[in-house]
């Protein structure tokens, strides 16, 4: 994880190790709300994530109920 300034400049990095995850889905968004918590912590700048993973932008972006284990 890596929280940056506005300018690109690093505030606080992060290595973690997730031990329970099925999928690389349920990994990428345990590493975002960790990531997330960190960074509202850190910060009181705004926040805009970045993910790699298109399922998971779109489970977060939807205005949809996701009844999903995830």
Known sequence: ??????????IFTACREIRT??????AELAACREGL???L???DLSILIEMDS????NMLNTSRRDRSSL
């Open 21 to 26: 995850c099925d999928n690389a889905l349920e």
């Open 1 to 10: 994880m890596v929280l940056r300034s506005d300018r690109g400049g690093i």
């Open 37 to 39: 918590e960190l960074a």
């Open 54 to 57: 298109v399922k998971a932008v």
């Open 41 to 43: 912590h850190r910060s």
